[in-house]
């Protein structure tokens, strides 16, 4: 039939798992592939060869004017694990959110979902035997701000900010993704980060005390310089404690009966040890199971819960902390800081995934501090697209695949946290959809540019910072700023001003490192392309350039 769109599954040898083949000629579209995930992936592929008005919300006519390019594409993804993790803990989406999340996640063929469901400052589903996790776990104060530096409850104050997935709302969601080829990795964050459950159930912990849901107080201290981090609340499930394994039993019993995919994620990560190191019942375990340190207490605890979810018939996944003390003998290890923990692990034969903070870790800026919203550290785009998932020296077929991690204590609502996955996302996508010899930066950005047209089509947001400068300052003698600009894409020029005004395209192109003078008040610095103003105006007051310069 001439101007037929054709969906076909084939048995024809040769073709990959979740691979398609997208022939469009004069007369028809045909779409082939082996199994209905490769089909939904071509539908993608041919959604982004249409017109970007297919990405508007509002009916769009006449649509007989468009035109589709006439191809051939054959198509397969390099990872069968292409995720995205959203921390729905330290601020809670709804499921109309996370809904929304995933469709637009599946136009770039990811096909995870991990689900960071409980964390110090919100326990976020539902444990029917277990009802204080989600009536005082999932509740908590409500701050807005700067995540990390308000102050803890006051007596009295009422916990109104949270929210949490009843049974019905995880199954919404786990057929919702399922319909559209996605898995949901579900993760209950054990035993560090956990001060949510601790406050529900007091019991849990070794230290006896009054625990509280933390509205993003400080009460865990990153001394840096090498030293290790302590809590200056006891925020961890107590491993000493056989209560915590009859607790774990029943969350994990019913965690694994609402989500189909294969594996649970146990965290496992950035446990702060330094109330068990005191504990008369953590030395007492320590005797009776022979345990000649903490990291052999962490080790112990989470290889009973992987015997605890084995017995729910799951395979259990962990931070990479997990490999502290000797990995429990089938988990897979989700590798974050940095690659090494997964090199490891595959070493030792077990599956691993990669989301290392260097390349996929998309809280973090992805543009100069004087315009993003803080972080403690930097990921551009262009560097989350040097994400290569697997290492040189291991075996491929344990490289599960990767993921970006949104942790969402500086994202309080979901136009933030597209703001802070796209572009990014696209680089993570490619890197574990596309062969690694077909990734190409200066190719990559035009695609980019094109999706962001999509993007104001569908009314998504998307972070412009690859048209911001990139700042560096540093000193000149003693007291002198220089500051250094480069651009993150070719084709922008860079124009600035000391004198408060705000400079356009006829004040001076940025060329060399600038002496910045003494008696500036500030550097305000904006690109340009083709003599049409493209980033946003930064500016850095004279005592923030003092201080990166490391001018007193
Ligand atoms: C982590 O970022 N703490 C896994």
Known sequence: LPKSIFLSLTNETGMPKDGYRLKITATGISLTAIEPAGIFYGVQTLLQLFPKQIESPEIQKPVSEWTLPIVTIEDHPRFGWRGLMLDVSRHFFTVAQVKDYIDQMVKYKFNLLHLHLTDDQGWRIEIKSLPKLTEVGAWRVERTGTFGTFPKPQPGEKATYGGFYTHDDIKELVKYAAERYVNILPEIDVPGHSLAAVASYPELSCTPGEYYVSPGDRFMVWPGGGQHFYGLLD??????????????????????????????????????????????????????????????????????????????????????????????????????????????????????????????????????????????????????????????????????????????????????????????????????????????????????????????????????????????????????????????????????????????????????????????????????????????????????????????
Request: charged letters at 25%; glycine letters at 6%.
């Open 235 to 552: 925020n961890t499930i107590c491993p000493a404690n056989e209560k915590a394994y009859e607790f774990l039993d029943k969350v994990f019993t019913e965690v694994a009966q609402l989500f189909p995919f294969p594996y649970i994620h146990m965290g496992g990560d950035e446990t702060a040890r330094n109330f068990w190191e005191k504990n008369e019942q953590i030395k007492a375990l320590m005797q009776k199971e022979n345990l000649k340190d903490l990291d052999e207490v962490q080790s112990y605890f989470v290889k009973r819960v992987e015997k605890i979810i084995n017995s729910k018939g799951k395979k259990m996944i962990g931070w990479d902390e997990i490999l502290q003390g000797g990995l429990a003998p089938n988990a897979a290890v989700m590798s974050w800081r940095g690659m090494k923990g997964g090199i490891e692990a595959a070493k030792m034969g077990h599956e691993v995934v990669m989301s290392p903070t260097d390349f996929a870790y998309i809280d973090y800026m992805q543009g100069d501090a004087s315009i993003e919203p803080p972080v403690y550290a930097t990921l551009r785009l262009k560097k989350a697209y040097q994400f290569e998932p697997l290492p040189e020296g291991v075996d491929a077929k344990l490289i599960k695949g990767g993921q970006a991690n949104l942790w969402s204590e500086q994202v309080y609502n979901m136009r933030h946290a597209q703001y802070m996955t796209w572009p990014r996302a696209f680089a993570i996508a490619e890197a574990l959809w596309s062969p690694k010899e077909k990734r190409n930066w200066n190719d990559f950005v035009p695609r980019v540019e094109r999706h962001f047209e999509r993007f104001e089509q569908a009314q998504v947001k998307y972070a412009p910072s690859i048209y911001d400068p990139i700042v560096t300052i540093t000193k000149k003698d003693t007291a002198t700023v220089v500051v250094k600009l480069e651009t993150e894409i070719e084709g922008l020029s860079i124009h600035y001003s000391f004198d408060n005004s705000f400079p356009d395209n006829f004040y001076p192109v940025y060329k060399e490192p600038l002496m910045v003078p003494k008696e500036a008040a500030a550097i305000k610095m904006i690109t340009y392309r083709n003599n049409k103003p493209i980033g946003r105006l930064l500016v850095i007051p004279m005592a923030d350039l003092k201080k990166r310069a490391g001018i007193k």
